[in-house]
């Protein structure tokens, strides 16, 4: 569930649909995803950005990211987005939350989640995270009815 309080509903679950589909919040002995990096390994601190680099094999090539976080964040996005939201503090849950909903804002995907036009959001939101269907990262991106009928069972 998303850390910030008083959030919309709708783009509460939003940031939950995104956690679930990067795979962070379903990893074992994980924060709800917040604390995971790219590949799985937890990390320690929500200090800073973990900026740790990670190279794994996706389809038969080597993907190297510093991919971390409910919404796998690199570590230079991140540095970006806490500099112009004027972030205090770490890489909190509630930080990486206020991230993910100016990400989804700069793709003008808001009034479509809070209108329950979540295929449409998606479609917006897919060149930010792999795992959306509609990119060309080539990591094997969920299709849209998996995440439609997690939209739908999470009512």
Same mark, same amino acid.
């Given at each position: 569930?998303?850390? $910030?309080?008083? $959030?919309? #509903?709708?783009?509460?679950? &939003?940031?939950?649909? !995104? ?18 990096? &790219?590949?799985? *390994?937890? &990390? #320690?601190?929500?200090?800073?950005? #973990?900026?740790?680099? !990670? ?8 993907? =190297? ?19 112009? $939201?004027?972030?205090?503090?770490? &890489?909190?849950? *509630? ?6 909903? %100016? ?5 003008? =995907?808001?009034?479509? !989640?809070?209108?329950?036009? !979540?295929?449409? =959001?998606? =479609? ?24 439609? %009928? ?6």
């Amino acid at each position: 569930m998303s850390r $910030l309080q008083n $959030l919309n #509903p709708a783009v509460g679950k &939003f940031l939950d649909l !995104i956690r679930y589909s990067e795979g962070t919040s379903t990893v074992r002995g994980s924060d709800d995803g917040y604390n995971v990096l &790219f590949g799985g *390994e937890l &990390f #320690p601190s929500y200090a800073d950005h #973990p900026r740790k680099l !990670i190279t794994l094999p996706i389809n038969g090539r080597p993907v =190297a990211s510093t991919a971390a976080g409910g919404y796998q964040l690199l570590s230079r996005y991140w540095d970006a987005y806490h500099k112009s $939201l004027s972030l205090t503090g770490g &890489f909190t849950p *509630e930080n990486q939350d206020r991230v993910a909903i %100016q990400q989804i804002r700069e793709r003008r =995907a808001l009034d479509d !989640i809070k209108a329950g036009r !979540i295929a449409e =959001a998606i =479609a917006k939101c897919s060149n930010i995270w792999a795992s959306f269907p509609g990119n060309n990262y080539g990591q094997n991106p969920h299709k849209l009815e998996k995440l439609l %009928q997690w939209w739908a069972a999470h009512a």
